[in-house]
């Protein structure tokens, strides 16, 4: 009889790791601060300049080499975070001439400003990058079987988050009905209660969640399932559908090339890729609202699905979603915005299109 021995592996905390990037940022301002001013006679406001956009730099190399873990992103481009960590710097120094204005000693001013810094900076990288596509999937994957429903209620979830839901389920209804035409075979990948079908279209539901699946063939939403941990492993036909469709599921996806491929194998040669992700661009109206959903949800109502923000390791703006789409042999056909919050776009593979 073969022995199973349970690896475990220890992984040092994520805190632990944010908190060290903070001190030795932190322990790095103060110090240049101090030195350009005492040693140098340099300005204080300039010393402190210096000292904060040095901090920042600091801190875009320390998390770019220090993953805590591997579905951690870099959500900013260097020249974007170059601009944001020149106004945080110019910020910083405004911080300190208003304490000095008003006769705080320069140490204690330097203290007060440090400590600002490191409340907001922690915020935002808690919003910017605790994402796990693993940790939300577990969440996920036990959730009660009419979850997605419960969503568009108004007595269990918010009037705006009523509206949202079924607002998109109902565009996402109409989109796919632009494209399906009947004897069409189809399947919707992470589908859950596949609440967009209202017509009742025959098609494939595939998703990790069995009471969601089970739940969406009772109510007719799907003709029939297959409960998958892995999307870039289907199990279905090779070339055997004309409509793929993905609603809100890439951006929660790690590895989304094999994903993207896989729907390529499973998709006619004239078949067509639908695909609805968050129009997710850094403080646009879904970062925000998200974002403090995730909050609330997170750490008021005790959600852990949304402390780790779902799941949603991947941001998505037009260019974006184009270049992942093209990187994996698709061609984006068409993409629009709906409600200033979700992008709605069609695509078909491009081996196909340019034997055409």
Same mark, same amino acid.
């Given at each position: 009889?073969?022995?199973? =021995?349970?690896?475990?592996?220890?992984?040092?905390?994520?805190?632990?790791?944010?908190?060290?990037?903070?001190?030795?940022?932190?322990?790095?301002?103060?110090? =240049?601060?101090?030195? %350009?001013?005492?040693?140098?006679?340099?300005?204080? %406001?300039?010393?402190?300049?210096?000292?904060?956009?040095?901090?920042?730099?600091?801190?875009?190399?320390?998390?770019? /080499?220090?993953?805590?873990?591997?579905?951690?992103? $870099?959500?900013?481009?260097?020249?974007?975070?170059?601009?944001?960590? !020149?106004? =945080?710097?110019?910020?910083?120094?405004? $911080?300190?001439? &208003?304490?000095?204005?008003?006769?705080?000693?320069?140490?204690?001013?330097?203290?007060?400003?440090?400590? +600002?810094?490191?409340?907001?900076?922690?915020?935002?990288?808690?919003?910017?990058?605790?994402?796990?596509?693993?940790?939300? *999937?577990?969440?996920?994957?036990?959730?009660? #079987?009419?979850?997605?429903?419960?969503?568009?209620?108004?007595?269990?979830?918010?009037?705006?988050?009523?509206?949202?839901?079924?607002?998109?389920?109902?565009?996402?209804?109409?989109?796919?009905?632009?494209?399906?035409?009947?004897?069409?075979?189809?399947?919707?990948?992470?589908?859950?209660?596949?609440?967009?079908?209202?017509?009742?279209?025959?098609?494939?539901?595939?998703?990790?969640?069995?009471?969601?699946?089970?739940?969406?063939?009772?109510?007719?939403?799907?003709?029939? &399932?297959? /409960?998958?941990?892995? %999307?870039?492993?289907?199990?279905?036909?090779?070339?055997? @559908?004309?409509?793929?469709?993905?609603?809100?599921?890439?951006?929660?996806?790690?590895?989304?090339? #094999?994903?993207?491929?896989?729907?390529?194998?499973? @998709?006619?040669?004239?078949?067509? &890729?639908?695909?609805? /992700?968050?129009?997710? !661009?850094? $403080?646009?109206? !879904?970062? +925000?609202?998200?974002?403090?959903?995730?909050?609330? $949800?997170?750490?008021?109502?005790?959600?852990?699905?949304?402390?780790?923000?779902?799941?949603?390791?991947?941001?998505?703006?037009?260019?974006?979603?184009? *270049?992942?789409?093209?990187?994996?042999? !698709? =061609?984006?056909?068409?993409?629009?915005?709906?409600?200033?919050?979700?992008?709605?776009?069609?695509?078909?593979?491009?081996?196909?299109?340019?034997?055409?």
């Amino acid at each position: 009889m073969t022995e199973h =021995v349970i690896i475990h592996r220890w992984r040092h905390p994520a805190v632990l790791i944010f908190l060290l990037g903070g001190f030795i940022g932190a322990f790095l301002n103060l110090g =240049v601060t101090l030195l %350009l001013t005492q040693k140098f006679g340099v300005n204080p %406001l300039v010393a402190f300049f210096i000292g904060t956009f040095l901090n920042q730099a600091f801190h875009y190399v320390y998390y770019y /080499v220090v993953y805590v873990n591997k579905e951690m992103r $870099m959500r900013t481009s260097f020249p974007i975070h170059l601009f944001m960590s !020149f106004w =945080v710097s110019v910020g910083s120094a405004a $911080m300190l001439w &208003f304490f000095l204005q008003n006769n705080w000693p320069l140490l204690n001013s330097l203290l007060a400003c440090l400590t +600002i810094l490191a409340l907001s900076n922690a915020l935002l990288n808690r919003i910017a990058t605790f994402s796990s596509a693993k940790i939300a *999937e577990v969440e996920y994957k036990e959730m009660n #079987e009419s979850y997605y429903e419960d969503h568009t209620d108004e007595t269990k979830v918010s009037k705006f988050r009523a509206w949202y839901h079924r607002s998109r389920y109902e565009r996402l209804t109409k989109f796919v009905m632009e494209h399906f035409k009947k004897g069409m075979k189809m399947a919707d990948l992470g589908c859950g209660n596949c609440l967009w079908n209202i017509h009742q279209l025959p098609i494939i539901g595939i998703d990790i969640n069995k009471k969601m699946l089970g739940w969406a063939k009772k109510h007719k939403r799907i003709k029939d &399932f297959k /409960v998958c941990s892995d %999307l870039a492993k289907t199990g279905l036909k090779t070339k055997s @559908l004309d409509i793929v469709l993905m609603s809100e599921v890439l951006e929660h996806v790690f590895d989304q090339a #094999e994903v993207l491929q896989e729907v390529s194998r499973i @998709l006619k040669d004239k078949g067509t &890729f639908l695909i609805t /992700v968050p129009y997710d !661009f850094f $403080m646009g109206p !879904f970062f +925000i609202l998200f974002n403090l959903n995730c909050l609330y $949800m997170g750490y008021i109502r005790g959600s852990l699905y949304h402390k780790y923000r779902c799941g949603h390791i991947h941001h998505f703006t037009k260019k974006r979603l184009r *270049e992942a789409l093209e990187r994996n042999g !698709f =061609v984006l056909e068409k993409v629009f915005v709906v409600n200033g919050l979700l992008l709605y776009a069609s695509a078909r593979k491009k081996a196909f299109l340019n034997k055409a």
